[in-house]
């Protein structure tokens, strides 16, 4: 048994999916449902009694005790977070409950659960905590890329309570013993990403005509990795990762904002042409600037392929190809995430942000 938090949201899903299609381990899925977390991307479990949704708040101590206590999982993952750093800029708070603060009463509630185990159940139990490239801080142009023991220097307030939950993750290991893992992934994109997020929220947006905002001069760099690559790699960290260790997760996919609008746009202009025959790319309109934008993120997945084995299965070329797809192919998730409380986000975050 597994317990997964966060498995509603945009990489929990994909996790949650990918488990049931490949393993006969059952997984309860914690979730509190915010704005981010969907149930809809779960709806092709419902019935399936290898999965338990649970909706509810990492924060709460006696629901988190009392799942452990009923279902005795032999691991955790974490991915239960507010994710999204423009939202960070706009309110930092609900960034401090959960990342940091709910990282917190996870991580005691499940000091408590570890410590009542006994024998194999203990020894091979384990906390994989789910992170981001984004703790390191900004890289210029010639630097190379984040291994391990980068520097942290988180620079938005998504990126510091992201680094705060990572110390506390590793502190619960190294004081208390328990054993953790922690990956530390670039940007996903792919099946169910919120599009609130640069990738769907410029397929979503070409699609209905609308504007394609790219912020400052779209020279900012991203390196990113299809969803189910991530999710391959999480599997293999949690089978043979060793306890206590950080693991980078990335594809060596390095691209600048504005080529992967423009990749966005070819595709969108092969697959579904606009009617009047003229490119997406006529959507690009560039806005002001992110406050703090980090310039570049890269991450050296070298200890991982090296230690672990593992690769991931999509290029940028076929993974992004398969996204834009997905998005053609599901307008109806579309227009339900659509028609929730992400409209007053987007009018809040544009206004602010003149063409
Ligand atoms: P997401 O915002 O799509 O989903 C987050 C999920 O967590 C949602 O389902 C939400 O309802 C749930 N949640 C939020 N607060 C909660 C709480 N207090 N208790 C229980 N559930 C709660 O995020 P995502 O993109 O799927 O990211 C998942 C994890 O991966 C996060 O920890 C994020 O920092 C990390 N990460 C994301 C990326 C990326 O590119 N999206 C890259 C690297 C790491
Ligand atoms: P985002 O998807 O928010 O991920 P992150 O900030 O965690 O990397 O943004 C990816 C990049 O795209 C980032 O450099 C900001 C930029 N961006 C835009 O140019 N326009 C947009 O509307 C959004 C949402 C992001």
Partial sequence: M???????????????????AQSDEAIINLDALTYAGNRENLASLEGNEQHNFVHGDIADTALVSALLAQHQPRAIINFAAESHVDRSIHGP??????????????????????????????RNFRFLHVSTDEVYGSLSKDEP??????????????????????????????????????????????????????????????????????????Q??????????????????????????????????EKPNLEIVHTVCCILDELRGRADGKSYAEQISYVTDRPGHDRRYAIDASKLERELGWKPAETFETGIRKTVLWYLENQAWVANVLSGNYRDWVAKNYAERQA
Wanted: charged share 15%; hydrophobic share 40%; aromatic share 12%.
């Fill in 220 to 253: 900012q760099i991203r390196d990113w990795l299809y969803v189910k690559d991530h999710c391959s790699a999480i599997r293999r960290v949690l089978a043979a990762g060793t306890v206590g260790e950080v693991y980078n997760v990335g594809g060596w996919n």
């Fill in 93 to 122: 708070e609900d960034f401090i409950q959960t990342n940091i603060v709910g990282t917190f009463k996870l991580l005691e509630a499940t000091r408590a659960y570890w410590g009542s185990l006994k024998g194999d159940a203990k």
């Fill in 145 to 218: 890329a984040f291994t391990e023991t980068h520097q942290y220097q988180p620079n938005s307030p998504y990126s510091a309570s992201k680094a705060a939950s990572d110390h506390l993750v590793r502190a619960y290991h190294h004081t208390y013993g328990m054993p953790v893992l922690t990956t530390n992934c670039s940007n996903n994109y792919g099946p169910y990403h919120f599009p609130e997020k640069l990738i769907p929220l410029m397929i979503v947006n070409a699609l209905a005509g609308k504007a394609l905002p790219v912020y400052g001069d779209g």
């Fill in 2 to 20: 597994l317990l997964v938090t966060g498995g509603a949201g945009f990489i929990g899903a994909n996790f949650v999916l990918d488990w049931v």
